[in-house]
């Protein structure tokens, strides 16, 4: 006869709630053409979209680096859901097509059994929208997840009016919700081409493009395009400082590398400095899930063609951006964690920074080994907050890169764990629990002879006391 | 390579020759019982297959409040002490409360804390008002509680490293990502223990190397019996500080952290498999939602807050639930040490014993016979079977 573990996971994780043929997350153009054929083929299909994001985790540049520099429509979600619409012609023929449309739904976790997770009846996915948290199974998960920002820090850049290529794009053509007026670009690779001649097509100036390298990184098409515009691209230049007010970014100074002369340095003023040095694929629900694309989970559009920029030139970047940052420089914002502090690994500021922690850092460190960024985040909170690492996961891999002296491409990045969206208790919680999953529950493993205190085992009593307490414990 | 990279790994060279004590794993409590070692004066080398407190030391709930140990007292005595003994922060906190609100588990705890005070350990039982006041993220619905006047709570990821800085202050080392391949005997006694990166001898081992203990262990002929499982907790943005964060109930434990963030765990487990190079992965499940469910109940006042991490650990269960803490009859100079799931908050006092189990062969300061291996000798081979906690 099989024993079974009453406390164990297994046959407690109820099937999904709803299932589809195809489940598609993100409707932008790939993800939209791609509910589109899947249904005209006859399959029922989902489409999904985390647009329009509530106003208080745009605050929080979820999911988009958007620097505070959105304007007040973004905290309308009935404006927001029409400018969803209005951008997204192909949405209205999805509808027609019979696709089920959600917008305003994330997809925060993606579930799929493995080595060390086997209890799952089938593949499936966690969506919430404002009101609730649903689990759907799937024949076939398509992500057209699109980009995420690369975010690199510098003097100043905790303030708003720096922000990424995607969130720019976002506000700007999906939301129209753009306060820029005035911007810098760090980049020059197509993403900052780009991110130039659509700023100029919306009647905002571009003063000036920032490469670190000698020669401009994209097409020479679009580099053309943009000169013709009358937009220097200052090569072999970095970001000495900005300057900042109340509402954020006034100026940045520029100077030449390697070594600037104080002389050669230029001022401009901006409201904005657009971080598109370049984009990573968003593949946070994989990286999450353990896995890779499948014969049924595929990756289209730029979540499938993006790739990230040259590690030696994402580090080139950080190390002229970091070589001008002040210790105090903020790396993590969420966490209020310094670029000093995290060369120190030092405590949060909460905490009592005890004598012997002057003499650790991260040098000290990697004398035991090569260090996990998850590692550094345990220890000084970078990457720790809100945002979930968002807005400095790269920055902490290129610094880590930078003091072992080692290439960028052997770091790893720092983990991203479901939810890969910012949920609510009360969103996520499942209010309908399934039966089993509420008569095994237990505190710890449910082990009862775990809780007999020393004195009494082996003795008379033992017995009377396991039957007695039960598992239910752990103080 | 640059002046970093040369000094990120130790070179062949700089690898120890020998040591006093070899400890197997850095987990809590093998760093704990190498940091004692190292406070008497004994040259020790810690080696893990990885980072320092990666498995379930840094993933745990942090609790330290394990009345039914009989290391409890020397955890009670040393945790209010542990920050200056080490000099690094473990952010330990003092006391627990329990607040349930379902009657009967209100009950049973009731009946918990009755124990405690028999025990000589003060709980003050909280009725629904009172429980609501000392946590303010509760509200009504909570029935009442218990206030654990003893134990608290600590942040595990901080608490390993402090135990690991701590060691190398004392001149003790740790080799990361060094895998100890397999054990050297000789004349009855281990003699050695080779790594990837060459052979270290040593007089006496301590292995305290979680999950991985068993297969290390049983070419010697020693059988250590474990079952592997994983299980998961949730982490929230930052609620408001309660006066006393180590507050949990309703099917979880857990604590409010320094930060404010509120990290619960609770529920079913998975039992897996495991092989020396540890679990080959430690995903979360949707039971985030049901975490999430208890932990809205639990804090109705913080169920708008957001969810923005889980993790997963996997943990190490001896047949009965209780730790194994044992120095062998053969090979002699071997110490074996699991806390069978339950060992980050008895840190303190677990590596206390396991020096003096290495050092003079018997815990000085509580009776831990009861804790021997030889309670598994006549251990049915399908044990894990007839628990039901086969993979």
Redesign the interface.
Known sequence: M?????????G??PAPDARFDVVVVGAGSAGTAAAIAAAEDGASVLLIDENPVPGALIGSDVPHFYGGRMTAAVQQPARMLEQVFASNPALETAFAAGVDVRLGTCAW?L?VN???????PGP?L?IADAEA?T?VGFGRLVLATGARDLVLGFAGWNQPGVMGAQGFAALLTRYDALASRRIVILGSGALALETALLALSRGIAVVALVEVADVVQGPAALAAQVAAAGVPILLGHTVAATRGGIDGVEGVTLTPLPSPAQEDALEIACDTIVLAIGSAPATELLDA??TLPSETIHLIGDAATVTRPDPAYLQAWATALGQHAPPDTIVCQC?EVTRADLLGVQ??R???R????AA?SL?SL???????PD?IK??T?AG???C?GRRCRDQVACLLA?????PLATVPIASF???VR?????I????Q?SAA?TA??????G?P??????AV??TPEEADHVA???G???? | ??????????SEADLPKGAAVVVIGAGVTGLSAAWWLARDGFDVVVLDKG??GWEAS?RN?G?A??????LFAEEQRLWPQM?DLL???T?YQRE?I?IQRDPD?LD?YR??GR??SA?GYRVDDLDSQQAQDMVPLTDQSCLGGIH?RF?GHANP??TV?AY??ALQ?LGGR?????PALSIETAGGKVVAVDTPRGRIACDALVVAAGSQSGMLLAPLGVDFPLAS??AEMIV???APLMRIGGV?GN???GRQT??G?LAFG????????MDEAG????????????L??R??EM?PK???????????G??E?TP???PILDRLDHPANVTVATM???GFGLSPASGHAVRDLVIDGACSFA?IT?LGLARFKNLEPDWR?????AA
Not at chain 2, 174 to 178: F, K, T, V, W
Request: aromatic share 8%; net charge neutral; hydrophobic share 40%.
């Open positions: 099989t024993v079974r573990d009453v406390h164990a996971i297994d407690k994780l976790g579930y493995g080595p060390a997770l086997r209890a799952l499936m966690g948290a689990m899930a353990g966490e405590p949060p909460y905490l009592d005890p004598h012997a922690m650790r040098a990697l004398n035991d080994g090569p260090a996990h590692q345990r220890l909170r720790m907050g809100a979930q930078q003091q072992q002296g080692v764990r479901a939810p910012p949920v609510p208790l009360g996520l919680a499942d209010w629990e999953m095994g529950w237990d505190v710890w493993f082990i002879t775990q809780w007999t205190p020393y085992i082996g007695g307490l039960g239910t414990m752990h103080v | 390579m640059s002046r970093g990279s040369a000094a990120l790994c130790m980072i320092v840094g709930g609790g409040s394990h009345y039914q140990s009989p920050d000099g690094y922060p952010e627990r329990i588990l049973h009946a918990v124990m405690c025990m654990l134990g990821q901080r490293q690991a800085w202050d740790i080799l990361q990502h060094c499982a994983r929230t943005e930052p949990d099917g979880l434990y320094l930060r963030n609770g529920g079913p487990h998975e039992w897996i498999d679990p080959k992965a430690r995903p979360t499940s949707p039971l985030i939602r049901n999430a469910r932990v809205a804090f913080a169920a708008h807050l957001n969810v923005i991490r889980s993790w997963a996997v943990i269960n009965d639930g209780r069978s799931g339950v009776d009861k079977e007839q628990r039901g906690w």
